[in-house]
C-alpha cells in the first residue's frame, strides 16, 4: 500500500501508523480506507449495537458511517483528531437518526393501528367487513414484529406511498439497500401472514 507522503517503498498496511492512516484517507486513498474500516469497523459496530440493541440495525448504521467517511473525505483533517475519533462522531449522528426514524415508524404502526381501530365502526356489516379489520390488524402486528429496518421501508411503501427511490432518499440509505430490505420484508411479512392463516 502506498501512504501519501512516505518513501516509495511499500508500507505494510499493519504498520501503518493512525497518522499515516488519517493522512491516506484524506487524501482518497483506497487501501487507507480498506485498512481503516478493518480496524474500526468493530467499534462502530458495537457502539451502534450498544445504542440500538439491534444486530441488523447496527450493521445497517456501520455502513452508513463508513459510506459517510469516505464521501466526506474530503473534508477530513487529520490535524484534528484521529480516524477513529472522526468515525465515532459519524457513528453518534447516524445513530441519532436511526432511533429518530424508530420513533417515526412506531408512531406510523400506531397511528395505522389507530386508522383501523377507528375504522371498524364503518366497515360494511357482516362476516366480509369483519375479515377486513382482522387482515388489516393482522398486517399492522406483523409489521411491528419485522427488523426496524425492513419494518421502516415497508411503512414508507404502505402508509406514505412511497417509491424505492423516494424512501432512499428519505432514508440517507443507498437504493440497492432499500430494495433489499423491501424484498427480505416482503418475503418474512408473506410468511408470516401466510403461518398465521395455517394457523387459523
Known amino acids: ?29 483506497v487501501a ?3 485498512e481503516v474500516y478493518r480496524r474500526w469497523a468493530p467499534l462502530v459496530r458495537g457502539l451502534a449495537q450498544r445504542a440500538l440493541g439491534d444486530r441488523c440495525e447496527a450493521e445497517d448504521v456501520m ?15 487529520p490535524e484534528l483528531g484521529p480516524p477513529s475519533a472522526w468515525l465515532t462522531g459519524i457513528a453518534r449522528h447516524r445513530v441519532a437518526d436511526a432511533l429518530a ?8 404502526v400506531e397511528a395505522a393501528a389507530g386508522r383501523h381501530a377507528v375504522s371498524v ?9 369483519m375479515d ?8 399492522s402486528q406483523e409489521l411491528a414484529r419485522l427488523p426496524s429496518t425492513q419494518r421502516t421501508v415497508l411503512c414508507l411503501t404502505f402508509y406514505e ?25 416482503m418475503r418474512r411479512l408473506g410468511d408470516r401472514l401466510r403461518g398465521r392463516g395455517e394457523r387459523g
Open 121 to 129: 365502526g364503518r366497515e360494511p356489516a357482516g362476516d366480509a367487513g
Open 63 to 77: 455502513q452508513q458511517v463508513f459510506l459517510a467517511a469516505w464521501r466526506g473525505r474530503y473534508g477530513y483533517r
Open 101 to 108: 426514524a424508530r420513533s417515526r415508524r412506531a408512531a406510523l
Open 1 to 29: 500500500m502506498r501512504i501519501p507522503g512516505s518513501p516509495t517503498r511499500d508500507v505494510d498496511p499493519r504498520e501503518a501508523s493512525e497518522t499515516a492512516l488519517a493522512a491516506g484517507l484524506a487524501a482518497g486513498d
Open 32 to 34: 487507507c480506507l480498506a
Open 132 to 139: 377486513a379489520v382482522v387482515e388489516r390488524l393482522m398486517l
Open 161 to 185: 406511498d412511497l417509491t424505492q427511490p423516494q424512501i432512499a432518499a428519505r432514508t440517507g440509505w443507498p437504493l440497492g439497500t432499500v430494495k433489499s430490505h423491501a424484498r427480505r420484508g
